[in-house]
């Protein structure tokens, strides 16, 4: 277990390591000099000296690589080229936004995606189960950024019942909330499907197997075999699903934050791509990466831990 | 010999009703896209500022955006658009996804190593940040959109090909090619390929709504197809902003996106049952 765990962390850092190269390889490969990319017809001698100077651009590739990592390591992701401060204290006030959001739309997608998965089972074959089923597909298949904008246009703009933009006032929790609820309605909506989906399937899976058949003999009513003992099996696959679904979290996350014009990393990173702010896309690319990875790796640690099974493969 | 079982998974799609649905939608989409021209009642890019953000009228059936132009034709023209880039950048990414998957299955095994590392590597990023990585280096533009897709979902296709590839490669049939000397490319070519070329198949087709989605995203950020090419995710953020004077502009441009997507996810799903020889056995 301590070995698999040590392999996978190594992996994890070696997978960053090659990415990250990726990236700043493919800066040198653009032609002209990401300064005056960065500056476009703005372009003027004195300026252009400037950023090259500041993005560390006078220094020889090797160097800067060298530099790049050298100083990621220590924590230190460079300088906002254009408002001088320091990548990561952007970041840093992004993020929290950012896995606020995620985590409010996983929770309530988690409660309603699993209580409609169950019930898919419990009625399945029945007229319910397909009806559920339609839903979830399209839950899935609905572009996030569409819900965001048509849940703004109804709620906020015709009904004026929520606010179309922004997290709220600081300080004030139920401002807070209420700019809170359509955000996460359109990240997690495609969750609610995706989850009760898997759970459904999972679960007839399980149905299946001897120990259901056993409560089944005892004479359990039918709702508590569900819940009770196809229902505990069904939940460990969902972690794994969770932690990979991290990223079209962030995905979804840089759309709807645009719409709703809430801080994040998604608005953070959109508003940097626009400036051709080098520092801050690879500073945040760096940091979202290094979290998911982490998370990937705790989620597989975590199956191994709960799921006896793969517990075993991996001590064989 | 194929004709039969094909009409039946054609039959089984159609009386299903889900599959029947994505079918009609789908074609719509590929209709539109393919007779844009004779369907459009007016120029895309034609502009008419006197007749900006118009409700929806007999003139205009879906109103105007605010530089005039007619909705509606910018719609039957995004549909060429989104279609355009989504089978270009499928088609290269099945390309060379076959190419490198047949390469790690079939090559030395540190080629394979250092291929499947590197898929690892691709597929462990946050797919928009990476995508919004290779656009703030590259700029944004349909080019950039189609390299993204390319680079975002080869390591995919290419797992999915070296799996096959792997379990072909002991099987007697591959095995009797190298006794008698085949060539390594004649092997991987005539007598892999075929073998491994339906699942991808499966899965390119399944990819289109996502490119579809990825590309109007983009757009709707200013960070795929420029303006003013009609582009589904162009015209949502044209409605986005004047969502306070006219809804008309947000609503036509969302509803096709939606339509699009799902036709395609119910048709991949009325397909896959329709093929599953499991499930066709399983229905009386």
Redesign the interface.
Known sequence: MLTYAIKRAA??A??LF??ML??YG??FL?PGDPAS?ALGPRATPALKAMLTERMGLDQPVAVQIWRFFANAAQGDLGIDVWSKRPVLDQILEAFPQTLLLGTVALSWALTLGITVGVLAVVYRGTFIDRALG?VS??F????S??VA??L??IFA??LQWLPAIGAGKAGDIPSQIKALILPSIAVGIGWVGYLARMVRASMLEIMAANHIRTARAFGLPERRVVTRYALRLAIVPTISVIAVG???I??SA??VE??FSRPGIGTL??G???K???PV??G??LF??AF??LV?TCADLLIAKLDPRVRDALAR | MRWPANTRALRALIRDPMGLMGLVLVTLFILMAVAAPILAPYDPLALDVRAKLQSPSLAHWLGTDQLGRDTLSRIIYGARTALTIALTAIGLAGSIGILLGLIAGYGPRWLDAALVLIFDALNSLPMMMFALAIITVLGPGTGTLILVVVLVSIPGYARLIRAQTLTLRSADFIVAEQAIGASTPRILLMHLLPNVFGPLCIVLSMDIPVVIMLEAGLSYLNLGVKPPTPSWGNILYDGYTAIRTSSTLVIAAGAPLVLATLGFTFLGEGLRDALDPRFTTARP
Request: hydrophobic share 70%.
């Open positions: 992996l994890a070696l997978i090659v990415v990726a990236m493919m800066v653009v990319v339609l597909v399209s899935i298949s609905v572009p950024f569409v904008i048509y703004l246009l703009v015709w991290l990223g079209s962030l995905s840089v759309f645009t719409v990173i959109t940097a791509v626009f051709r702010n080098y896309v690879m945040t690319v979202t990466t998911y990875l990937i």
